[in-house]
């Protein structure tokens, strides 16, 4: 279904008129309840009215329980309504109306506050709809229109004020503006955007004016898959979960044979019916999903995609978390910051190099090319331009056979590379910078050395990722050991492979899994993707805009602050906690609670109390996970 469709139904007000007329029996119920009880106890109401209303109550509240005990019993599951609905019954035979009125009151009830919490927590992601942009101003015929969000058409040109929210993705085709995308991102520092820049939908112009041409408009904008995807999360079981569902299976029927033995042995038919209310597994089945729907809301809030319970409580599980690092360590804008030649001028060596990379996408392509640029060199036209990934670039210039790329294309290519060279190549790379060199025919003629720097921040991550529990950082590199040593010293990373083809890296990945450890995958989303496959969880980086990483990671960071990744660490962790402590204490109450029938301690009333009492005490435990806090 559709945001604005989502939308609808929900400002309808049908939801809450429906759920307030599903509540009505219960509340009648509560209602007899007390009269009856009343009437019995002051004795101005005879016996056979205060039964009957008990039995009424019992009715009342107690229909919809037994519908749904039968339609879990036509899938062959013995439910906990299937437990409530024999044990009320039960009580009616043999005269404990008030019993059989109270323990369907009490499950209703609770039913009732269940879900209402659910939908609490479902707030995150209803808080984000309402940051869904409603109007838009368009140009149609040369003539500004107002519209609806929903209704402006794929590339026409839409205007956008100061205050006004962004209502398509899409680019600008004129005008400036500092914008708010904290409500895809998470982070409100706004960012200044100019001619031919993108922008998305949701996101916010807090001072400028732009045109721009809508490139995704509707559901396919990244604000509206943002949406659809964190509800299907919330969907999505996890393991654990599964689990429970599984247990919960034999757990039933195995109580109900218990109560029948209860019976067997002592004839105490009260005790036997008890036994079966008591034994609703009731808080163990919600423990594990009220905290995934909170912990996902959370995330959600903060420009952290997570999709699906399972991702959540995998990550909480972590041991190493694996970088790339151009682009996730280091900013991933790679610069000149030396020329070298070889019995040549540098000149020469930019020019050539320059010439060769004029087709290549690669980073350092765009650094060698802006270089020449900004120094006025013309390069010459290249013939049968070849990309040999991970290695560099050949082609033909002037007629000679020329090659750019790492030692391992020259070792590739059968050149070896002379003692002099080898040396200005361990110069440079010790202080983290890139070679590469150029080669014309058999000689090498010249080295260039590019700098990207080192994210400031990318220290602190290792070091809070340490904190957060993880046990080893690892990096992963298509540069050579040198630089890759050097970088990985500054950030203090615990072990790094350099020279890795980027089809290789889920090899690597693969490697560490198989030592038995629990590998979470960071990168861009785009050529790590298969590393991101390979991981237990893959992360992506600065997806906001790369629609492949949106679908691909399991986990999106809408943005590229690294803080985030620890933040998205700890919350997965905080989310483990929370669920362990809801399954530990859901165990522990039936426990007790059986212990205390057996003892004959604890009736059928009581023992429902304090049975849906711990149902809305772990509902309480997994909302203070909506309230999670990010510590940096
Ligand atoms: P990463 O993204 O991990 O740095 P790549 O596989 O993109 O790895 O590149 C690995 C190495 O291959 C680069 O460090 C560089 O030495 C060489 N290389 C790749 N493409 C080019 C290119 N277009 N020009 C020069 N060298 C290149
Ligand atoms: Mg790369």
């Not at 040109?157 to 993705?169: A, C, F, H, N, Y």
């Not at 034999?250 to 019976?263: F, H, N, S």
């Not at 903060?302 to 909480?316: N, Q, T």
Request: charged share 20%; net charge negative.
């Amino acid at each position: 279904m559709g945001i604005y469709a989502l939308e609808q139904r929900r400002e309808s007000g049908l939801i809450t008129f429906l759920r307030r007329s599903r509540s009505a029996p219960t509340v009648a119920a509560g209602v007899l309840i007390l009269i009856s009880w009343l009437g019995a106890r002051g004795q101005f109401l005879p016996s056979l009215w205060t039964n009957g209303g008990m039995i009424l109550a019992a009715l009342l509240a107690g229909h919809k329980i037994a519908r749904q005990a039968l339609f879990a019993l036509r899938y062959r599951v013995l439910g906990i309504e299937a437990l409530v609905t024999t044990a009320a019954l039960g009580a009616i035979l043999i005269g404990e109306y008030w019993e059989a009125a109270v323990v369907t009151f009490l499950f209703a009830f609770g039913s009732y506050l269940e879900g209402r919490t659910m939908d609490k927590s479902r707030q995150a992601l209803r808080e984000l709809l309402e940051l869904a942009p409603r109007r838009a101003t368009v140009i149609r015929d040369g003539v500004e229109l107002q519209v609806l969000a929903e209704e402006v058409q794929k590339g026409e040109t839409v205007l956008v004020r100061p205050g006004e929210k962004i209502p398509v993705d899409g680019h600008i085709i004129k005008g400036e503006a500092s914008v708010n995308q904290a409500p895809i991102t998470g982070e409100s520092m706004p960012v200044e955007k100019g001619l031919g820049d993108g922008v998305y939908s949701g996101t916010i112009i807090q001072t400028g004016y732009l045109e721009l041409v809508a490139d995704k408009v509707g559901d396919d904008t990244t604000f509206s898959r943002i949406i659809h995807l964190v509800e299907e999360a919330q969907e999505k079981t996890a393991p654990v979960q599964r689990f429970v569902e599984g247990f919960a299976r034999y757990y039933t029927p195995g109580i109900m044979v218990l109560a029948v033995l209860v019976y067997i042995i002592t004839r105490d038919v009260l005790l036997a019916l008890t036994l079966l209310v008591i034994a609703c597994p009731g808080a163990l089945v919600i423990a594990t999903p009220i905290s995934i729907v909170a912990g996902i809301g959370n995330a959600a809030r903060r420009g952290v995609l997570v999709k699906g319970g399972e991702h959540l409580e995998m990550l909480g599980a972590i041991d190493v978390v694996v970088l790339d690092k151009t682009g996730t360590l280091t900013e991933g804008e790679p610069q000149v910051v030396g020329v070298e030649g070889f019995g040549v001028g540098r000149d020469m060596v930019l020019t050539q190099a320059a010439a060769l990379e004029r087709y290549s996408e690669h980073p350092l392509a765009k650094a060698i090319i802006a270089q020449a640029n900004e120094e006025g060199l013309e390069y010459p036209p290249v013939d049968d331009f070849t990309v040999l990934t991970g290695h560099g670039v050949k082609g033909t210039l002037e007629g000679k056979p020329v090659l750019l790329g790492n030692e391992k294309l020259l070792e590739r290519e059968g050149l070896s590379i002379p003692e002099h060279i080898r040396l200005h190549l361990d110069e440079e790379a010790a202080q983290g910078r890139t070679v590469i060199l150029l080669a014309q025919g058999r000689q090498i003629i010249g080295a260039i050395s590019l700098a990207d720097t080192i994210r400031q921040d990318a220290r602190e991550l290792v070091r809070s990722l340490k904190k957060a529990g993880v046990k080893e950082t690892v990096m992963l590199t298509g540069d050579n050991p040198g630089t890759a040593r050097a970088v990985a010293e500054a950030v203090g990373i615990d072990q790094f492979r350099a020279g890795v083809l980027p089809e290789d890296k889920a090899r690597v990945i693969a490697e560490l899994q198989a030592q038995g450890r629990r590998v979470a995958m960071v990168g861009d989303g785009i050529n790590d993707a298969p590393a991101m496959a390979q991981a237990d969880v893959g992360i992506a980086m600065g997806a906001i805009g790369t629609d492949v990483a949106i679908e691909t990671a399991d986990v999106a960071l809408m943005d590229d602050r690294l803080s985030r990744l620890v933040y998205i660490i700890e919350l997965s962790r905080a989310a483990l906690k929370n669920i362990r402590q809801n399954l530990f204490f859901a165990v522990a109450v039936v426990f007790l609670l059986l212990a205390g029938v057996l003892g004959g301690r604890v009736i059928l009333g009581s023992g429902m109390l304090i049975h849906e009492l711990s149902v809305l005490l772990v509902i309480l435990n997994a909302t203070r996970l909506l309230k999670y806090q990010p510590r940096s």
